[in-house]
């Protein structure tokens, strides 16, 4: 008896795998310093592993509202010969983030053949260099009869609120540096 096995070649470059693109998170915190700038690496993978190097060109969302001199993104990622994964850098500086901040929505630019992952949103928030300081409140029944403020050892107010008819909470992020203040 004679067995015939036939083997089928797993070739890197197998035209059934499907080539797909996509950015390994979906959602990440990015932390920028007051007055500063941070740089984060972030990853792609391919389902694809080639023996060629191949090019990704990537692009900021309609739907950011980062403002576009804030950050710096390079126009393409690259994913090396013989691997499936290639990374890039981003670079955001404090340039008007605010307290609440900003949303930086990156994709990959649509290619012939090519389907695309998820998007990768990156929330663009200011990181205290002191002491991050949260007031959180929950209101009674009367919101409109509260109010507060916030002052330093030397008595300068720093902060104050008031006016706060229909609201049930409040939250604010302060940036303080050591010493005593009074609430």
């Known amino acids: 008896a004679i067995s015939l096995i036939a083997f089928s070649?797993?070739?890197?470059?197998?035209?059934?795998?499907i080539n797909y693109v996509a950015f390994a998170d979906k959602s990440v915190t990015f932390?920028?310093?007051l007055d500063g700038s941070n740089t984060n690496t972030y990853k792609i993978y391919s389902t694809k592993i080639t023996s060629s190097t191949r090019t990704f060109d990537i692009q900021?969302?309609?739907?950011?509202?980062?403002d576009p001199a804030s950050y710096d993104i390079p126009p393409s990622v690259t994913i090396p010969e013989g691997i499936n994964e290639g990374t890039?850098?981003?670079?955001?500086?404090?340039?008007?983030?605010?307290?609440?901040?900003?949303?930086?929505?990156?994709?990959?630019?649509p290619q012939e053949?090519?389907?695309?992952g998820q998007r990768l949103v990156l929330n663009l928030k200011q990181v205290c260099p002191t002491n991050e300081v949260i007031l959180d409140i929950t209101f009674d029944p009367y919101p409109e009869e509260s109010s507060w403020a916030l002052f330093d050892s030397g008595n300068?107010?720093?902060?104050?609120?008031?006016?706060?008819?229909?609201?049930?909470?409040f939250n604010k992020a302060f940036c303080l540096d050591n010493g005593t203040y009074t609430f």
Request: proline letters at 2%.
């Open 9 to 17: 070649s797993c070739s890197d470059d197998d035209e059934e795998t």
């Open 31 to 33: 932390g920028v310093d």
């Open 60 to 66: 900021v969302a309609p739907a950011s509202t980062a």
């Open 88 to 109: 890039f850098d981003v670079t955001v500086s404090d340039l008007n983030i605010g307290e609440e901040g900003k949303t930086l929505i990156l994709e990959f630019v």
């Open 113 to 116: 053949d090519l389907f695309l």
């Open 156 to 169: 300068n107010e720093i902060a104050s609120g008031t006016n706060y008819g229909g609201a049930t909470k």
